[in-house]
């Protein structure tokens, strides 16, 4: 067996049109509601720029609130199909802070702020990643119901879970503006203006 024959790597980057984004965004953003809010603004670029889902994430020192990264969904922009925004928002923190462990003892407390339930890979990345806190702007079906995304298989007590291993939930954070981010999704996938990517089969 040859292994020139295999690929031996794959990167994910996010996008450049990010660091636009994040001109004169200050690095620490105390108020959970506005680091959400800049969840919000990335999650709509990011569908209308090409690079994935209408998804973005953050990791914020939960203490004082200094952006420790950002990550959105770039399946679409890299052909990685695990490359969701609670992914490469969590990969990136755990580069910058030279650790796979986002919660060890010489680490600050992180908190990780999503645009909505992570679906079910992401909900083990989170709970491997070492945050201390998950922010969501919502867990219920409607993310589903209007983007058309299969999120997977979540066991309801999900929150639950995440509390049992040390991982606080705050839900409902600017829940309504999520929403309106992912209607106007929606309303590019019935134009058949974007491409919805979930690779799956079965009833």
């Known amino acids: 067996m040859d292994l020139a024959y295999f690929a031996t790597g794959y990167d994910v980057q996010l ?29 709509d ?27 959105v969904n770039v ?13 490469t928002a969590l990969g990136t923190a755990q580069r910058r802070a030279g650790s796979w462990d986002l919660g060890g003892d010489d680490q600050p407390e992180h908190e ?21 806190s998950l922010v969501v702007a919502g867990s219920g079906p409607e993310l589903e119901e ?9 066991v309801t007590d999900w929150a639950e879970q995440f509390e049992a291993r040390g991982i606080r939930v705050t ?6 503006e999520a929403l309106a981010v992912f209607r106007a999704y929606r309303a590019a996938v019935d134009a058949a203006e974007v491409t919805v990517y979930n690779a799956r089969a079965g009833d």
């Open 146 to 154: 209007i983007t058309t995304f299969d999120e997977g298989p979540m």
């Open 75 to 87: 399946v679409l922009g890299s052909g990685v199909s695990s490359a969701h925004a609670e992914v």
């Open 171 to 176: 839900q409902d954070v600017l829940r309504d």
């Open 112 to 132: 990780l702020v999503v645009n909505w339930r992570p679906c079910v890979q992401c909900y083990g990345a989170t709970m491997w990643s070492g945050v201390r």
């Open 45 to 71: 670029r990011n569908w209308r720029e090409g690079n994935g889902g209408p998804f973005a994430a953050l990791v914020a020192e939960t203490e004082t609130g200094r952006i420790v990264s950002v990550g």
């Open 15 to 43: 996008p450049e049109w990010i660091s636009d984004e994040l001109a004169g965004v200050p690095d620490i953003i105390p108020d959970v509601a506005e680091r959400m809010a800049l969840v919000h603004r990335l999650a």
